[in-house]
């Protein structure tokens, strides 16, 4: 068979301009005509044209790089200055321009609160196009990692152990150097103690200002490269890191919203990401009478946030914890017990009543027992109760909301609602963390890891618009 081989020192006739390099149907194409229709103004980038001083790169260009970047996954400075020497579509891209690294890393750290605001244009541009209705909603978190190693997380018992051995250290080179100059010998060996003991006391000031800012901010740890990531534990181990949240519309899968948050779990968070999806969405015109319903997962299921959530526009698709665990109740399980709202008691399964007995956290929780000797004559003692005192249920001010929820979960719509979240949520921290190989931050502090989040949330839009359009199908859609 014969075989084709290449030659280096062939003569070719070059195309005259960059444009001839690049493909009509290129993906490139679509990435150029999305960032022109982004409003840097709204975003908060100046562009300053009558500025004195050496001309800079414009930051449209800047941004082009950036998410065009971020959707092959090449997101290190050095890495983005490597292709716009080498990567031909890079090189149309920016017309020729070949920012250093520094250049790159210096406009990404100074507008990191003009980028957190592109996944919101973004997500109103999809609106126009048709791509997003916003009435059904799901919410998800995913942990990231932070650009911090959690070796330099501290707890307040890892800074009281330290400074105890820092102590220790110091008294020792502290006897050293009294010891050393007592015998006046060695050559220049009290130099080298005294450099020592200088480091430690410097190191000791240190763990002293951590464990007092852990004292005063009341955080059960603190990360002193990066303060606000926290420790977080997944599958991988744990690590320092930030909580991912992102809100995607049911129509197709598209992101609507996407955050970052310095927090362990997803409890408490639905409120404040509905909240955010809902700004972005407050430019459809809907109907009255409609509502936009809002799933999450069972890790949500912080019923005091829910409640701040829940609207007569707005219904929520939360299951509760015992829901999702499938676990069979017994016969004497807490739901089991009757609550009558005009008696204000509860009764047993064997008809036994529970009387109002207290009172607790500032009335989230209300106390029932039986009265004394009740529960010792029931047949059912010992295997109910084992108190001498009667059995006691706690009963929340939410007990009726949470009911209402665990209803709504089991409809056959709610169940349609929760199986099609899984397939469309969580494919977007998928897309985001195997295909675009982001599973860590470059960036420090919430603003830059918001920064982040925000381009990585444009590009996987980016991307399902090419999938649904084309790239010529969107280039059309958007002129």
Known sequence: MALRHGDRYQLNFFPESIEDYVSEDAAVRAYDVFADHLDLADLGIVVDRIKAGCPEYSPLAMLKLLIYGYSYGIRSSRKLERECNNNVSFIWLMGGLKPDHKTIARFRRNNKKALKKAIKQCAQLCIKLGLIDGNVLFVDGSKMRADASISNSWTQAKCEAKLKQLDSLIDKLLKDCESTDQSEEGCGSLVHIEKQLKNKEAFRTKVSDILKTLKES?????????????????????????????????????????????????????????????????????????HVTVCADAGYAKYEDLQKTESEDIEVVVPSQKQVSKKETGPFDKDKFVYDEEMDILVCPEGKVLSKSGIRNNGAEIIYRTDKGVCQACKHFGTCTKSTKGRMVKRYHFEAFKKMLETRYETVKGQEIYKQRKETIEL??????????????????LDGVRAEASLLGCVFNIRRMITIFGVKGLMNKLA
């Open 218 to 290: 009341g955080r059960t740890s603190i990360n002193t490269v990066d303060p606000d990531a926290l420790r977080q534990s997944g599958r991988q181990g744990s690590h320092a890191g930030f909580n991912m949240q992102g809100t995607a519309d049911s129509k197709h899968g598209l992101l609507v919203n996407i955050d970052v948050v310095s927090a362990n779990n997803d409890a408490a968070q639905l409120s404040e990401q509905a909240k955010q999806a809902l700004d972005v969405l407050s430019i459809i015109e809907r109907t009255p009478g409609s």
């Open 428 to 445: 977007i921290f998928g897309h985001i963390k195997r295909n675009l190989g982001a599973g860590h931050f470059l960036l420090r502090g």
